[in-house]
Nanobody, 124 residues
Framework: QVQLVESGGGLVQAGGSLRVSCAAS????????MAWFRQAPGKEREFVAT????????DYADSVKGRFTISRDNAKNTVYLQMNSLKPEDTAVYYC?????????????????WGQGTQVTVSS
């Protein structure tokens, strides 16, 4: 069983930066594909970014490509999402997710474990 805890959310002005983290406990994240999703009020939870367990393969939603960077430190059992050039439309609860499926992609049903989320609010 993997427990995921997100942190680092907060309020930031448009154009600013924020880094959210996801710390795992229970077992090592090695071997798990990791991802970030987000959910804005009244909207479906949507894919943001994913990273392979080795860290050498990443993929991003078109809406964040070039602005967000996903990374991981397996020694620290932590995954990060660096968010730059933030926009008001990035406002959402950001969730960390882990998958035992090596080839898991953007489909949230492929992810077995979820954190409780961290709020990111971007003011205009």
């Amino acid at each position: 069983q993997v427990q995921l805890v997100e942190s680092g959310g907060g309020l930031v002005q448009a154009g600013g930066s924020l880094r959210v983290s996801c710390a795992a406990s229970g077992r090592t994240l090695s071997g798990y594909r990791m991802a970030w999703f987000r959910q804005a009020p009244g909207k479906e939870r949507e894919f943001v970014a994913t990273i392979s367990w080795t860290g050498d393969s990443t993929d991003y939603a078109d809406s964040v490509k070039g602005r967000f960077t996903i990374s991981r430190d397996n020694a620290k059992n932590t995954v990060y999402l660096q968010m730059n050039s933030l926009k008001p439309e990035d406002t959402a609860v950001y969730y960390c997710a882990a998958s035992t499926i090596v080839w898991a992609t953007k489909n949230k049903s492929q992810y077995n474990y979820w954190g409780q989320g961290t709020q990111v609010t971007v003011s205009s």
